[in-house]
Structures are given as C-alpha cells and as structure tokens.
C-alpha cells in the first residue's frame, strides 16, 4: 500500500459525459501527479500541482481539467468524454521539497471505460 | 527531450531462471533520476528502485539487482532465481531535476512472465 488513496476504482459512462476523479496523496506530500495509462499512448504525464498550484503540464487535453485543494487532496475532471478518453488514470504523489528527482508513489488507479 | 526505451516487449521464462530487463534512456540533463516500477495483473504501480546520475555503483535487494552505467545510458534490471510472483509488466522511467519538469517518463515497459 503506497498511501495514496484514489476514487473510485472504476467508471463506467457514456460518451459526452463528465467525471471527476479524485486523489489523496501520501501523508506529508504536497506534489500531485496525474497519469494517464492508455494501449495505444503508455503511461503519459498529465499534470502536477504543488501545495495547490498548477506546477506542470503535459500532454492534457483541453477537455480535462485538475485541481489541488487546500487540504492537498486533487480532482481531475473529465469531461466531454470520447471512446479514446477510456484508460487507467494514475494518481502519484511526493513530497515536494525539490524539483525533481523524487520517488513518486502511485495510487491504485482508477479505470474509466467510456461507451 | 527526455526519451527512455524498453525494447523488450515480453520476456517468459522458467521459474527459477534469471532475467534481465533492459532499459536505454536519453536526456540532455546532467543531473536526473531513474526508477524502476512493477505493475502487477491487479493493475497498480509498486516503486521498485530510484537511482541518481551520480551514483553508478549497482544494487542489490535480494533476488533484485540493478545496473546502471552512465557510458552505455542504461539502467538494466535483473532479477536472479525468477519466481512466479515477479510476473507483472515493467517499467523504466526518467525523471529531470529542474522546476516545473519534475514529470515521470516512462518507457513502454516489458511484460514478464515466469512459467511454472
């Protein structure tokens, strides 16, 4: 058990919907990471947050969007889904106090199937 | 660009055999991280190892080993008397240490399965 705890495990929805996934990261960890795991793309980075700041972003669609609340928790929110838009959506966490370089843990995952 | 590389897709082996799992990664920075992780059939991602560029003595961690050399820019796995219990995909990954890069990038991954 990595700590960080992700909700819910799976998703079931239909095309043109919207979803919002969320994350608690490990005790004492202000960085937040989001993943995407898909067939056809791998493991892709999304977007990070920082003690409730946007710190980095990678390959999100304008579709999705992510926050970090103040108690650190964060929500990625899907929306408009498409049939591509089913993967497994990791959630990680460290702990912040560097740029870089630390051991992110993973969530479970939460496998979103969109029909 | 940071780029790593898993050409390995899958690998089977007889248990009790060892396996090496190979992983080549590209990157201009001078100072970054790589990580192993194990993605088992239930699906999450378990932190294996995190080794810095400047440290390329290799590790050991019971039936795990890793080798890094810096010349050659890979960062190989192996694990040694191969269980069925290692079966699971896994992955390489690159991280740079400078703000707002702080991403994980991985490579494909290998999917190994040990037999019975």
């Known amino acids: 058990d990595s700590g960080v705890t992700q909700t819910p495990k799976h998703l079931i929805t239909a095309t043109g919907q919207r979803v919002t996934l969320r994350c608690s990261p490990r005790?004492?960890?202000?960085?937040v990471y989001w993943y995407q795991q898909s067939l056809d793309q791998g493991l892709q980075f999304l977007i990070q947050?920082?003690?409730?700041?946007?710190?980095a972003k990678g390959n999100i669609l304008e579709r999705f969007s992510a926050q970090q609340f103040p108690d650190l928790h964060s929500e990625l929110n899907l929306s408009s889904l498409e049939l591509g838009d089913s993967a497994l959506y990791f959630c990680a966490s460290s702990v912040g106090l560097v740029a870089g370089g630390e051991t992110q843990y993973f969530g479970p995952g939460t496998r979103l199937l969109v029909l | 660009a940071q780029k790593v590389t898993q050409a390995q897709t899958e690998i089977s082996v007889v248990e009790k055999e060892d396996v090496t799992l190979d992983c080549v990664y590209e990157t201009r920075d001078t100072t970054y991280y790589l990580f192993w992780y194990k993605q088992p059939p239930s699906g999450e991602l378990v932190f294996l190892i995190r080794?810095?560029?400047?440290?390329?003595q290799n590790e050991i961690s019971g039936r795990y080993s890793w080798n890094f050399q810096k010349s050659t820019s890979s960062f190989n796995f192996t694990i040694t008397a191969s269980q069925v219990v290692d079966s699971a995909v896994y992955f390489c990954?690159?991280?740079?240490?400078?703000?707002?890069?702080?991403?994980?990038?991985f490579g494909t991954g290998t999917r190994l399965t040990i037999i019975p």
């Open positions: 080794r810095n560029s400047f440290d390329e």
């Open positions: 990954a690159l991280s740079a240490v400078n703000f707002g890069n702080e991403k994980l990038t």
């Open positions: 005790s004492g960890d202000l960085s």
């Open positions: 947050y920082y003690n409730g700041e946007e710190r």
